[in-house]
């Protein structure tokens, strides 16, 4: 599927397209915090989170099986510790994959950690109600004392494996690692209770350093933590908010807790505090449903409202990183004698390379450089208008073919098989169209780019990228395995068309 280019020649290219990076917004701040980085430090701690949960789940179980075996020593069924383990394994990644669904593996901070040890408990009773069905869909016999002993000890293993889980990141958080600065807009009641439960919360990562008042009248100003005593304050300065303040303070998040600002200013100030590489937070008037573009933080029993980045989905990706290589290994060898013939075609009907290569921007506003078959004369812009029509002087004969039926795209497997594509995604673009994107329109580099996807298969394929945004960024947000797999079908069944 040749997607048309939009815009104008242009010959530039890049020397070295590995290091060229195109930010998502907000992702590169305008100024460096000293400390690690947040994002980073919390990808560390959720892997070595799943890690240890796994490692208690295989622990309690296992310890469920040594506790009951003195008093099972006649039972007539029994199993060796080897087998043992293995279905501890089993179950531990069934476990892992509930709490993954039930986003036990982001930055939350609930009042006291009860909403853990709920998840926990939660997830425990679908664990084994799926364990128990397996074991009598297949006819498996198991001791009924290991399984009751293990009904115990699994919850208990994970909530004391957690609470020292949060005694580390307290630990880290409190020294200053990986915790971000924050302006809190605001002195009200509400700043005053987010000002205290973040200084009572380091596990959120966010250490507020001011508070912001547009009408200030005493320049000496201090709010003080909400306590018995009066200690840790914070200055309370005059505002506007504008990206001097931020770069000033050293801080990268906003908190909004002005009870005055309606909708339109709070939006206002987050599209700034946006520009200038900060993350807004806002303490919402009515709570709407989670979604894709307003997500919640539980801080110490306060809801504060943010706009929803795009989750990390371990299982989705690696399924699909799974999926993407399978098939792009098994579909490179079946058509390996296709690509012969039609290097030999293209090669004989024009001089100049069989395979073309341009430069594209994928996730992340990474560039890479992307492969297909040459389907247009050798002295054609690298960069430039992408043929409308099949008549266009500067397709080859055998170019015209290979656009219609698709087969130009064929060379792109090898991008799926480096990771630098998908077989499902957007189409990638080329690095001076992405550097006029808006902060909307970047958002479809959130999810790596791929050979086929919605707008390939829509009506409106034949019009430029750029101003069908809908359909890539409903993928972005609503994307799975199954509308992988269905996206794929469709294409092989009804998209093998173009110019």
Known sequence: MSDPATS????????????????????????????????????????????????????????????????????????????????????????????????????????????????VLRVTLQAFLLALLAFYGCAIRFPRLVFGCALVAVPAFLT??????????????????????AVIFGTGGSAKRIYSALL?????????VALVDDGLQDPS?????????????AKVIP???????????????????????DRACTLQAAAKASAAGVHTYFVPEDLVESGDWVDYAELDGIMLAHFAKDRARLVYDTGKRLLDLILSTSLLALFAPLFVA????????????????????????RVFAIYKFR?????????????????????????????????DELPQLINVFRGQMSLVGPRPEMPFIVQQYTAWQRQRLAVKPGITGLWQLSADRAFLIHENMEYDLYYTRHRSLFMDVAILLHTFLFAARGV
Not at 56 to 68: D, G, H, K, M, R
Not at 221 to 233: F, G, L, V
Not at 240 to 258: G, H, T
């Open 160 to 181: 004391l494996e957690k609470w020292e889980m949060h005694r580390l990141v307290r630990g880290l958080r409190s020294r200053g690692h990986g915790t971000r600065k």
């Open 200 to 208: 009572r919360s380091p596990e959120f990562g966010v250490d507020p």
């Open 8 to 119: 104008p020649a242009h010959s530039a290219t890049t020397s070295n397209a590995q290091d060229v990076f195109f930010p998502l917004p907000g992702a590169v701040p305008t100024f460096r915090v000293r400390s690690a980085s947040p994002d980073a430090l919390w990808g560390v701690l959720s892997s070595a989170e799943r890690g240890l949960d796994f490692v208690a789940v295989i622990a309690a179980v296992y310890t469920a099986y040594l506790f009951s075996r003195p008093l099972r020593a006649s039972a007539p069924l029994q199993y060796a510790p080897s087998k043992v383990l293995f279905g501890a394994a089993g179950f531990a990644l069934l476990f892992v994959f509930l709490l993954e669904r039930h986003d036990a593996y982001r930055p939350w901070v609930s009042l006291l950690a009860i909403r853990e040890t709920e998840r």
């Open 221 to 233: 100003a201090k709010i003080y933590e909400s306590c018995y005593r009066r200690r840790q304050p």
């Open 375 to 407: 389907t247009m004369y050798r002295d054609a812009p690298t960069y430039g208008y992408s043929p409308r029509a099949g008549e266009d002087p500067r397709i080859t004969g055998i170019g015209r073919f290979l656009r219609r039926t698709s087969l």
């Open 239 to 261: 505002g506007p908010l504008c990206p001097d303040l931020f770069r000033q303070l050293d801080a990268s998040v906003l908190i909004i807790a002005s009870s005055a600002m």
């Open 342 to 365: 039609i290097a030999g075609l293209v090669k004989w009907t024009s001089s100049g390379p069989v395979l073309f290569r341009q430069d594209r921007v994928g996730q992340a506003g």
